[in-house]
């Protein structure tokens, strides 16, 4: 399941459906507007003012007609996204919001589906995997307890459009790692790239025993 189909989650998509996933859930609310094409390349000017996730199913049947995708033109909240992650083997969460990340960790966690989260700003990103199929492993809210105060999203500060399309592929490398059960995942590490300087950095991180949300507290 695709949460998400701006900047990350366009070449995701892409990539996945010509791997031959074969099948892939799609939930977004959002529609295509020009300011997005920059960096969400799976859409283009035919498909300005339609549901992105519309736009984003015709362009990878395009490319795979074999494909089964299901989607849900709506913003994943609590209430509505539980139907969309049935039968789901790994979520992808391709947000630009802390609050939407949330959900995610909490969606892995109540249906035990891995979820590799990446995230993008300006020149700089990150990824990480979530997997409770395993209890000793560590969830998102270990990473991060608390939203932050100050929220800023790409649209607000920008993000080169290069950079969120690294995230987005190397999140689809991650993901086909997961489905085809490949070892040393980003289980319990988080990677981030500077694109400035080109450096990659990544360091580990454990599972929280007082975590509010899978810890005993």
Request: hydrophobic share 40%; aromatic share 6%.
């Amino acid at each position: 399941m695709v949460i998400g189909l701006g900047g990350l989650g366009s070449p995701l998509s892409l990539y996945l459906g010509a791997a031959g996933v074969g099948r892939l859930t799609l939930v977004d609310g959002d529609i295509v507007d020009e300011t997005n094409l920059h960096r969400q390349v799976i859409h283009s000017q035919k498909s300005l003012n339609q549901l992105k996730v519309e736009s984003a199913r015709e362009r990878i049947l395009g490319i795979n007609p074999w494909i089964q995708i299901d989607v849900f033109g709506m913003y994943a909240d609590d209430q509505n996204v539980d139907d969309a992650v049935s039968g789901a083997q790994c979520i992808a969460d391709c947000t630009d919001r802390f609050a939407t990340r949330f959900l995610a960790n909490n969606l892995a966690l109540k249906h035990r589906v891995p979820t590799v989260s990446a995230a993008a700003l300006g020149v700089e990103g990150q990824l990480t995997t979530i997997d409770p199929r395993d209890t000793e492993n560590p969830c998102y809210a270990c990473l991060i307890p608390d939203v932050p105060e100050v929220e800023p999203t790409c649209a607000e500060t920008g993000v080169l459009g290069p950079v969120v399309g690294t995230l987005g592929t190397l999140q689809a490398v991650e993901v086909l790692g997961v489905l085809l059960g490949w070892p040393d995942r980003l289980v319990g590490r988080l990677t981030r790239l500077n694109a400035k300087t080109m450096e990659w950095k990544s360091f580990r991180y454990r599972k929280d025993p007082d975590c509010q949300v899978c810890g005993s507290a």
